[in-house]
């Protein structure tokens, strides 16, 4: 029976325009992007081609390639482990495997150079207990596409892990045991069953690390490494040549925007139902011999290099490096840190109620469309924001200040350019899609038949959204405005390219002292975001405790049945 929505009136209106405006704004740096690429010279761009473009190609293929293998092992071999079986603390580590999300790789790769590097403390103890001379021997270098493969593989397998065990928790018994009675061993049906039903949640999870490598700036960067992330920004300082910089941020557009299609293509099409009632979760196999201190190594090695170690190498860099984190310099840093990351987190998280809102309200292509484009933003690289949205509005600056210094003889300057508020605008654009998933997640929540109550008892529609949805909502609005706030605080490339002058993060001076070899300094703002990155980490990981609590599970079977254990 089709059931005709009261109208919304003006707040219908309202969010109709909202939405709009949210989703033009979303919408706006790719065209410019396209605009600017086609409209400039192809000067530079063949340049280019003729020197480092296609090592741009190759780099960046090269790094997508090692970064999805190894977030998809280690998540996936990590997830299975601590959800299917059971050895000791696997509790501490179905939680702790989370951990690494609170470092931004660029930090990761901070601390690791300093260890590893010539005269860091690895190298320099072999020397010591060797004799050997600096040329005596080999030792892999750090700083090449394969020490920044690693650093990404070990802050982004969480995405996968994440992903992963959700889908793992979420798996029955039943086909499981069909899988058994067949004649498949444990391991032939993890590989038979259990990998191919949560094949859509790792390819996710692999895609969203993916889409992190190619926006990532501050690692490739300080590495040497030249991938298309660097390639914008040395076209838009080093060699001034907007044009260059749009070409090269629309080829890096139509990659990520290929892999954001190929992600919700799979995981529309690549589904499954669970068989059988929720409490028939399957079997947790007690793990004995060695295969359970196995276990305790392949889950204990992630969480070692990829938060224990370079946290402590952090911790040890940053009390002897000088830096005074409550001298002015610093407190101006975080206080311009907090600043931006608390605008854009309030701009996005209203933004995102403003769309959610009107998706429930009022349904159909209009709302789905808006919402759907200003997620957009998540699979575009920071870097090719800031271009699209430097370029129109630089010219429109100029011409505002042609206008009026031809009819007033006023000048008025740089008004967009290089202002907070465009700076926010573009951490809104890159981070909307996660504020909006999370308000989403926690709308669905809602009964439809909730608003049909209280607007029969005499609510307006702003009285539902503000009366009943918000208050219950609360819990998912603020951990949208949590996760906004952390991305943004580790956010460098945007930050870098579109800053006002003489406004320096955290993030930018991590960078600005890595990139003087000062990496003692670096680790002290470096330490601060990654304390801040922890807030959404242990906000998931007391979600990860509350739903493991949640799902019932059959007695653990006694024997290990895994090759080389006990019979």
């Not at 997508?64 to 501490?92: C, D, K, N, Q």
């Not at 493969?149 to 992963?164: C, N």
């Not at 190929?262 to 059988?276: C, I, K, M, N, S």
């Not at 702003?462 to 819990?475: S, T, Y």
């Given at each position: 029976?089709?059931r ?20 033009a704004l ?5 065209a410019?992007v396209?605009l600017a ?6 000067e ?5 081609a003729?020197?480092?473009l ?11 390639v ?5 977030t998809?092992a ?6 299975w482990?601590v ?14 495997l ?5 470092f931004?790789?660029?930090v ?7 260890f590893?590097d ?6 320099t103890f072999?020397?010591?207990i ?9 030792f892999?270098e750090?700083r090449?596409?394969?020490?920044a493969?690693?650093m990404?593989?070990?802050v982004l ?5 994440l992903l992963a065990r959700?889908a ?9 045991l ?8 444990p ?8 990998l191919?039903?949560?094949?859509p ?8 690390a993916?889409m992190?490598?190619?926006?990532d700036?501050g690692?490739?960067?300080y590495?040497?490494v030249q ?6 920004y040395?076209?838009w300082f ?6 260059a910089?749009a070409q090269?941020?629309?080829c890096l557009l ?8 190929l ?13 059988g ?19 305790m ?7 070692l290099f990829?938060?224990?170690l370079?946290?402590a ?10 830096q005074?984190l409550?001298?002015?310099?610093y407190?101006n ?9 608390g605008?854009a987190?309030?701009?996005?998280v ?9 998706q429930?309200l ?5 709302s789905?469309g808006a ?7 998540y699979?575009?690289?920071?870097g090719?924001i800031?271009v699209?949205l430097?370029?129109?509005?630089a ?13 007033f003889?006023i000048d008025?300057?740089?008004l967009f350019?290089?202002?907070i ?7 809104t654009?890159?981070?909307?899609a996660a504020a909006?998933?999370t ?8 009964h439809?038949?909730m ?5 029969t008892?005499?609510?307006t ?6 009366r009943?949805?918000?208050?219950i909502?609360?819990?998912?609005v603020m951990?949208?405005?949590?996760i906004v706030f952390?991305d943004?605080m580790?956010e460098?490339?945007?930050?870098l390219?579109?800053r006002p002058f003489?406004?320096d ?6 960078h600005?002292?890595?990139a003087?070899?000062?990496l ?5 703002p ?9 807030l ?8 990860l ?5 949640e ?11 895994l090759?080389g254990?006990?019979e």
């Amino acid at each position: 029976m089709n059931r005709r929505r009261p109208p919304l009136g003006a707040l219908g209106a309202t969010l109709r325009l909202g939405a709009l405006a949210a989703a033009a704004l979303c919408i706006l740096p790719m065209a410019a992007v396209v605009l600017a690429a086609f409209m400039g010279s192809f000067e530079t761009l063949a340049h280019l081609a003729d020197t480092v473009l296609w090592r741009y190609v190759f780099t960046t293929l090269q790094l997508v390639v090692l970064v999805g293998l190894g977030t998809a092992a280690i998540g996936t071999g990590a997830a299975w482990l601590v959800t299917m079986t059971r050895f000791p603390g696997v509790r501490v580590f179905e939680v702790a495997l989370a951990l690494p999300l609170a470092f931004p790789a660029y930090v990761m790769g901070y601390a690791y150079t300093d260890f590893l590097d010539h005269p860091g403390a690895v190298q320099t103890f072999l020397r010591e207990i060797t004799g050997w001379g600096p040329r005596d021997y080999w030792f892999p270098e750090v700083r090449s596409t394969e020490g920044a493969a690693v650093m990404l593989i070990l802050v982004l397998y969480p995405y996968v892990y994440l992903l992963a065990r959700a889908a793992f928790l979420q798996q029955s018994a039943t086909a499981n045991l069909a899988a058994r009675a067949l004649g498949q061993g444990p391991w032939g049906a993890f590989w038979r069953v259990s990998l191919p039903m949560a094949r859509p949640a790792i390819a996710g999870g692999v895609l969203l690390a993916v889409m992190e490598t190619i926006a990532d700036f501050g690692t490739v960067s300080y590495f040497g490494v030249q991938t298309f992330a660097t390639g914008i920004y040395q076209s838009w300082f080093s060699m001034a040549d907007r044009a260059a910089a749009a070409q090269l941020a629309l080829c890096l557009l139509v990659f990520a925007l290929f892999l954001a299609v190929l992600e919700r293509v799979t995981r529309g099409d690549a589904r499954h139902h669970a068989a059988g009632r929720r409490h028939e979760q399957a079997v947790a196999v007690q793990l004995t011999g060695w295969a359970r201190w196995a276990a305790m190594a392949l889950c204990g090695l992630p969480v070692l290099f990829g938060f224990l170690l370079p946290a402590a190498l952090l911790l040890e860099m940053g009390i002897g490096s000088g830096q005074d984190l409550l001298s002015e310099r610093y407190l101006n840093f975080i206080r311009n840190s907090v600043t931006l990351a608390g605008a854009a987190a309030a701009v996005t998280v209203g933004a995102a109620v403003l769309l959610g809102a009107y998706q429930r309200l009022e349904p159909g292509r209009l709302s789905h469309g808006a919402a759907n484009i200003s997620r957009i933003g998540y699979a575009v690289p920071g870097g090719v924001i800031a271009v699209g949205l430097l370029v129109p509005f630089a010219a429109l600056d100029n011409a505002i200040d042609a206008f009026m210094e031809a009819r007033f003889g006023i000048d008025t300057g740089l008004l967009f350019t290089g202002s907070i508020w465009l700076l926010v605008a573009a951490y809104t654009i890159r981070f909307m899609a996660a504020a909006l998933n999370t308000y989403d997640g926690g709308q669905a929540s809602l009964h439809p038949n909730m608003d049909a109550v209280a607007r029969t008892l005499g609510a307006t529609p702003g009285g539902l959204v503000r009366r009943v949805h918000l208050p219950i909502l609360r819990p998912s609005v603020m951990t949208a405005l949590l996760i906004v706030f952390v991305d943004v605080m580790k956010e460098l490339p945007a930050t870098l390219i579109m800053r006002p002058f003489n406004f320096d993060t955290l993030a930018v001076q991590a960078h600005r002292l890595a990139a003087d070899e000062r990496l003692s300094g670096a680790a002290v703002p470096s330490l601060v975001i990654v304390a801040v990155g922890l807030l959404p980490v242990a906000l998931v990981c007391r979600t990860l405790g509350r739903r493991s609590e949640e799902v019932p599970r059959a007695t653990p079977a006694p024997v290990a049945e895994l090759p080389g254990a006990a019979e």
